[in-house]
């Protein structure tokens, strides 16, 4: 079992970064392969960026390539997304997720979900 804390969200301008941080809690964050998605008001969640459990393999939504980075800090038991150049369509709710297994962009496949950070990109 693991528990995802996200925070980082926030006002920006259009062009702007943040970054946002999703905290686990637990000795297996290791393990887990680790996911974004956001959902924007009356649309559905959609994936953002992935990360295998070593670091080594990420994968990313192509409306944030170039823009996005997925990171983690297994030694902190903490997953990053640094989101520059951001764009009014970027504002959404953003969550991080965590799974046994490979990475995907589904998220029907990750079993355990933060409570959400609200990003909104001012234009």
């Known amino acids: 079992q693991v528990q995802l804390i996200e925070s980082g969200g926030g006002l920006v301008q259009t062009g702007g970064s943040l970054r946002l941080s999703c905290a686990a809690s637990g000795r297996t964050f290791s393990m887990y392969t680790m996911g974004w998605f956001h959902q924007a008001p009356g649309k559905e969640r959609e994936f953002v960026a992935a990360?295998?459990?070593?670091?080594?393999?990420?994968y990313y939504a192509d409306s944030v390539k170039g823009r996005f980075t997925i990171s983690r800090d297994n030694a902190k038991n903490t997953l990053y997304l640094q989101m520059n150049s951001l764009k009014p369509e970027d504002t959404a709710v953003y969550y991080c997720?965590?799974?046994?297994?490979?990475?995907?962009?589904?998220?029907?496949?990750?079993?355990?979900w933060g409570q959400g950070t609200q990003v909104t990109v001012s234009s």
């Open positions: 990360i295998s459990w070593s670091g080594e393999r990420t």
């Open positions: 997720a965590a799974r046994r297994g490979p990475p995907t962009g589904r998220g029907t496949e990750y079993e355990h």
